[in-house]
């Protein structure tokens, strides 16, 4: 097969209004001019894909690869703002995604996750590596970035996290909402024995206590670790106030369907409250894209997938940013799954694992309307010059660590530490 060519409103009422939202977006949205931020200000929003799915559903067209079975359902090939993607007749989000938000869009095809089994390549693919020992990206890029009034700043609404030397800065939302039933204090009604919270004058009380003896205890603290520590404590005390004013509005507990979580995403991102979140796509009907059997159904999930990343990117171009433009030019969002599907068909119609996969970066600081990589014919990454994205044999084959090296480049951290080999970046996706 050949290459892939280079080339704030109101939650509820946003909700109620969907419809008309996605009916904007299709007919041609209002999109600010671009507002050149930071890299060390750049927001992320991370939407992880649970399950692996087929590239050749919806973002790699390989009808001409007799190797691989491809959809039969009436899907072609389509073109729109620099890319080439599958376009079918059951998913029509997907064509007007790219037709209106294409040219904000890089492709990253064919980097490797070296693994088969979904613990690994969820690891993989946040950490480029499957020990238990390392930061996942989006904890990476808030630790550098985090700056006074980010009070989490990573949140982890639904999907993995992975924190092992920074674990202070990760916030998880919880299935139920345990994060804003915490804040409020309803968390202590759902004790096997209730307790009634405090009155706001007890309250002060015990957080003036608290600041004194954290105080204390940190100017007597005898070796830089302890002191670390109890700096730490002191620092969550002082930004729990900013928390609780950032969540006053929000229902965090009504954040249960996917929609619902990316906009708690842009409260969060767009609040300053945090620098990174994560929001998981678990498939239509929570079913997953993990698609042993029915291939076909990655139709359903392709079109839920899109229809929320067109909701999410109306959102983010309507809504301001932190630096003078919108939050679409302070956002970068990273569409990834941990895994694609097997080239053919198995006995019960569906497709198994495979090692090889793509990305979608969108956004700030992206060469929009590009696609860097691609597949060869037996469906392996091809070897590119990561400056240019341009296919050499004297090029690199992606790897997990170096989409993890691009990530951090993005954000304005240098990746070198955090790697035990040389990982160059792909600049080639950078705007």
């Known amino acids: 097969m050949p290459s892939i060519p280079s080339f704030s409103m109101n939650r509820r009422r946003l909700l ?62 389509a073109t729109a703002e620099g890319h080439v993607y599958v376009d079918g007749p059951a998913r029509p989000s997907v064509s007007a995604f790219f037709d209106e938000w294409g040219r904000h869009t890089c492709m990253l095809h064919g980097f490797e996750v070296r693994s088969v089994a979904h613990f690994n390549c969820r690891r993989l693919v946040f950490t480029g590596d499957a020990g238990a020992f390392s930061d996942d990206w989006p904890t990476l890029i808030a630790s550098n970035g985090a700056g006074p009034g980010t009070a989490m700043p990573h949140l982890i609404v639904s999907g993995p996290g992975y924190a092992a030397n920074y674990p202070d800065l990760v916030g998880r939302v919880g299935a139920d909402g345990q994060l804003g039933a915490m804040l409020d204090m309803e968390m202590l009604s759902r004790r096997d024995i209730p307790l009634d919270p405090l009155q706001s004058d007890s309250r002060d009380a015990v957080a003036a206590y608290l600041a004194q003896r954290s105080a204390s205890l940190a100017g007597a603290a005898s070796t830089a670790a302890a002191a670390d520590v109890h700096q730490s404590l002191s620092d969550a005390r002082a930004d729990l106030p900013g928390l609780e004013a950032a969540f006053a509005g929000t229902d965090i507990s009504s954040a249960q369907s996917f929609p619902e979580q990316l906009l708690l995403a842009c409260d969060v991102l767009q609040s300053g409250v945090s620098r990174c979140a994560v929001v998981r796509h678990n498939g239509f009907n929570d079913m997953t894209w993990d698609s042993h059997g029915g291939i076909e159904g990655q139709v359903l999930h392709y079109e839920d997938l899109f229809d929320g990343l067109l909701t999410l990117m109306g959102e983010l ?79 690199i084959r992606m790897q997990s660590r170096h989409f993890g090296a691009t990530l951090l480049d993005l954000a304005g951290v240098d990746p070198a530490p955090y790697f035990a080999q040389e990982t160059p970046p792909i600049r080639a996706v950078k705007a």
């Open 317 to 395: 171009s309507s809504r301001s940013g932190l630096f003078g433009g919108s939050l679409l030019d302070d956002t970068t969002v990273v569409v990834v799954s941990e895994m694609s599907r097997y080239p053919r068909l198995n006995g019960t119609g569906g497709k198994d694992h495979w090692p090889w996969t793509s990305a979608m970066l969108i956004g700030s600081g992206v060469a929009g309307g590009t696609a860097v990589g691609g597949y060869d014919s037996d469906i392996f990454g091809l070897y590119i010059d990561p400056d240019s994205g341009v296919e050499t044999p004297s090029g």
């Open 16 to 77: 109620q209004a969907g419809t008309g939202v996605l009916a904007a977006a299709g007919a041609g949205s209002v999109v600010r001019p671009a507002r050149a931020v930071a890299a060390a200000d750049r927001r992320f929003l991370f939407v992880f894909v649970n399950g692996g799915w087929d590239l050749t559903w919806g973002l790699v067209p390989m009808f001409d690869n007799p190797r691989v079975h491809c959809p039969d359902d009436g899907s072609d090939v």
